[in-house]
């Protein structure tokens, strides 16, 4: 059975500043982070990527990475398409596109089998992908089984602020049963902690939480144009309001309408979220090249 990758990047990095924090050059030869994670995707086992992205960016994305990707993954077989992420009849102010929910729902006509989504702009290691490729074969078939990688929280920080974490709750045989949508967490000397204007809230370093990794089916995306509809009709805040897929998610688990299996891992997720960022990724990058992890031409090991 065919299984496809969905990356998801048509966001806008509004505390990144300026550019385009999904192409910045990370690798020796100007590979992006998507390049690593479309390497492990493929390396794991997916025959399909489908890029989510913006018309705006289409020409830079094609630049940096589009064309030297398809080049590198056709001998593969692997094929690479590309979905486009607009704003349907915005309203007034509105410039950021609707959410991770809806980005799916702009490639609804190109998934036809299990898939995986995940962010263009995070790293997620080489076991979560062979982790999700296992999930989405072994369950081939069941088209109301449903995945995510959970990450241990004190692997996910950033040092240079404060961030945004889905904070896991499961039931004993591991599926998760709510997603606390967690903000501005740092790192401490004793693990993590919230930072609000009254001080720190410690958290446990060692809990399980979402960073966008989910293992999906069709079935998924037959439910969520009727959400978006649903979302749109009761936002209060239609400039800013996102249709998320953690919260369409955790509104499933809510109505006993889904069951998702948590599949932990100990990965050390890194990621752009501020310009600060920038050096300590490439620094991470050319940490795992010099271990042998990657090689400098990252495909090569393909072939």
Request: hydrophobic share 40%; proline share 4%.
């Amino acid at each position: 059975m065919e299984t496809t990758l969905v990356v998801l990047a048509a966001g806008i990095g509004a505390r990144y500043g300026a550019g385009i924090k999904q192409l910045e050059q990370m690798g020796p030869n100007g590979e992006v982070i998507m390049d690593y994670s479309v390497h492990d995707a493929v390396q794991a086992g997916f025959d399909r990527v489908v890029f989510i992205i913006r018309r705006d960016i289409y020409d830079d994305f094609q630049q940096v990475l589009g064309r030297r990707l398809e080049q590198a993954l056709r001998p593969l077989g692997v094929q690479v398409d590309y979905a486009f992420q607009g704003l349907t009849d915005p309203p007034a102010g509105r410039v950021k596109p609707w959410g991770t929910g809806q980005a799916i729902l702009c490639c609804r006509e190109l998934l036809d089998g299990p898939f995986a989504v995940i962010n263009a702009d995070d790293y997620y290691g080489k076991d979560a992908y062979k982790k999700a490729h296992a999930f989405l074969t072994e369950g081939a078939g069941d088209p109301d089984r449903y995945g995510m990688i959970g990450f241990v929280l004190k692997n996910t920080l950033s040092d240079a602020g404060g961030v945004t974490r889905g904070v896991c709750h499961m039931d004993t045989a591991g599926y998760l049963t709510d997603i606390a949508e967690t903000r501005n967490i740092v790192r401490t000397d004793t693990g993590a902690a919230v930072k609000t204007a009254e001080g720190l809230t410690a958290l446990d370093g060692e809990s399980l939480v979402s960073m966008n990794m989910w293992m999906l089916t069709p079935r998924f995306v037959d439910g969520l144009e009727a959400g978006f509809a649903a979302f749109r009709a009761r936002m209060t805040d239609p400039v800013k309001e996102e249709y998320l897929l953690p919260e369409i998610i955790g509104g499933l688990l809510r109505e006993h309408r889904a069951a998702v299996k948590v599949l932990p891992t100990d990965e050390q997720w890194f990621g752009i979220t501020y310009q600060q960022d920038r050096a300590p990724v490439k620094a991470a990058f050319q940490r795992l090249i010099d271990r042998g992890v990657y090689r400098p031409d990252l495909f090569s090991d393909l072939k």
